[in-house]
C-alpha cells in the first residue's frame, strides 16, 4: 500500500476543516451499505468515478462519514483519520482506487463495531445458486480469476473487491458494496469476452477506469447478495508445485493471519480490531468449504482448477 494512515483527535480535525474551508469542493453521497459516506474533492474526474462506482444517497441524508480530498503542495502524500465522526483527510491523493478503498475501509471500520457486519477484501460471484468467493494479496489474480468465473453459464458477480458479510444461520451471507467495478484496462487482453467493455471505458492515469459490466453480460449478471459456500483463497509461489488443495478452517484462518487479512485498507487496525476480525473470519470459514489455489499457470490453467473443484462439489452435493 503506498499511504499511511494517522488517527487524529476531534480538536485537530476541527482544525483541519476550518483550514480549507474555503477549499472549492464538489461533493456526492454514496449509499454503502446502507451508511451515508460523503466524498468532497476538487478533481471533477474522481467525482465521476465516484458516481459511477457507488449507489447513489440523497442529498438531504446526514453523512455517517466525511471524505475531504484536498491538493496541498505543502503536505506530503497521507491519510489523517478521526474515528469519533468517522473523518478522514486524504492529502494529495492522484489514484481513485486508493480513494474508494478508504471509504470501504471507513465504512467496515463502522459497520464491524455497531452493526455485526463484516468486511472481506474479495471477489464474490453466486454459480448457479452457490456462493464462492475469492480472497487473496495483490498481484495473485483475483480480479482476473473473478471476472474469468463471471463467463461460466449462471454465473452473477455480487463484488470484484469488496464485500460486506453477516453471518446468522447456516452459510455467511455475503452483499455487495459498490454499483460499478474499478477495472484494468488489460482485462479484455485476459478474457476477450470483456473487450467490447473496455472500450467504452475511460481509463486514469493508472491504466484503471469504473466499468459496468451489465454493458456485456447483462443487466441480470449482477445482483446484490449470495450464501457463501466455496473460499479459494489465491497465491502466488513458484517454488511450490501444488496448483490446488483443500484447507481446514484453522490453515485458512493462518493464511488470512499471515497476510493480514488479506486486506490493506484497514483504516483501523489495533489489537480489539485484530480480535474482532479474527472471531469474525474463525467463524465465516468453519461454515465454507476452503481451498488454496497457487496461480503459477496460465490465468486459463487456473480457471479450469477452480471451476473443476466448484463442478466436483456440486455433482456430490
Not at 447513489?56 to 480530498?69: F, N, T, V
Not at 446468522?168 to 467495478?181: L, Q, V
Not at 480490531?273 to 490465468?299: D, P
Given at each position: 500500500m503506498g499511504y499511511e494512515v494517522e488517527v487524529i483527535g476531534v480538536e485537530e480535525a476541527s482544525e483541519l476543516r476550518l483550514k480549507y474551508k474555503g477549499l472549492k469542493a464538489y461533493s456526492s453521497k454514496a449509499d454503502i451499505h446502507g451508511l451515508c459516506v460523503e466524498f468532497l474533492t476538487e478533481d471533477r474526474e474522481h467525482l465521476k468515478m465516484?458516481?459511477?462506482?457507488?449507489?447513489?444517497?440523497?442529498?438531504?441524508?446526514?453523512?455517517?462519514?466525511?471524505?475531504?480530498?484536498?491538493n496541498d503542495p505543502s503536505c506530503e502524500m497521507k491519510?489523517?483519520?478521526?474515528?469519533?465522526?468517522?473523518?478522514?483527510?486524504?492529502?494529495?491523493?492522484?489514484?481513485y482506487g486508493w480513494i474508494k478503498s478508504i471509504a470501504l475501509g471507513i465504512s467496515g471500520n463502522i459497520l464491524e463495531e455497531a452493526h455485526d457486519t463484516y468486511s472481506v477484501h474479495g471477489a464474490v460471484l453466486d454459480m448457479d445458486g452457490k456462493g464462492v468467493t475469492l480472497i487473496a494479496p495483490s498481484?495473485?489474480?483475483?480480479?482476473?480469476?473473478?471476472w474469468g468465473l463471471l463467463r461460466t453459464k449462471n454465473a452473477h458477480l455480487i463484488s470484484d473487491d469488496w464485500y460486506?458479510?453477516?453471518?446468522?444461520?447456516?452459510?455467511?451471507?455475503?452483499?455487495?458494496?459498490?454499483?460499478?467495478?474499478?477495472?484494468d484496462a488489460d482485462i479484455g487482453d485476459v478474457w476477450e469476452e470483456y473487450r467490447p467493455l473496455v472500450s467504452q471505458v475511460h481509463f486514469d492515469n493508472k491504466d484503471r477506469g469504473v466499468a459496468n459490466v451489465r454493458w456485456v453480460a447483462g443487466e441480470s449478471s449482477v445482483i446484490p447478495m449470495t450464501k457463501i459456500r466455496y473460499v479459494f483463497f489465491l497465491k502466488?509461489?513458484?517454488n511450490d508445485p501444488v496448483a490446488i488443495?483443500?484447507?481446514?478452517?484453522?490453515?485458512g484462518l493462518d493464511y488470512l493471519l499471515i497476510n493480514d487479512f488479506c486486506n490493506p485498507h484497514q483504516i483501523v487496525w489495533n489489537?480489539?480490531?485484530?480480535?474482532?476480525?479474527?472471531?469474525?473470519?474463525?467463524?465465516?470459514?468453519?461454515?465454507?468449504?476452503?481451498?488454496?489455489?497457487?496461480?503459477?499457470?496460465?490465468?486459463?490453467?487456473?480457471?479450469?482448477?477452480?471451476?473443476?473443484?466448484?463442478?466436483?462439489c456440486e455433482v456430490g452435493s
Open positions: 465516484w458516481g459511477d462506482n457507488f449507489y447513489s444517497m440523497s442529498e438531504d441524508i446526514r453523512a455517517h462519514a466525511k471524505i475531504y480530498s484536498i491519510v489523517l483519520f478521526e474515528p469519533t465522526f468517522n473523518t478522514a483527510f486524504l492529502f494529495n491523493f492522484d489514484y498481484k495473485t489474480g483475483k480480479t482476473t480469476q473473478s460486506f458479510v453477516k453471518l446468522g444461520n447456516g452459510r455467511p451471507m455475503a452483499y455487495a458494496s459498490e454499483k460499478n467495478c474499478y477495472i502466488r509461489d513458484y488443495r483443500q484447507l481446514s478452517p484453522e490453515e489489537d480489539h480490531k485484530g480480535r474482532i476480525r479474527s472471531k469474525f473470519f474463525s467463524e465465516f470459514l468453519s461454515r465454507c468449504e476452503i481451498y488454496l489455489v497457487n496461480t503459477i499457470k496460465t490465468a486459463r490453467e487456473t480457471q479450469e482448477l477452480i471451476g473443476a473443484v466448484i463442478s466436483k
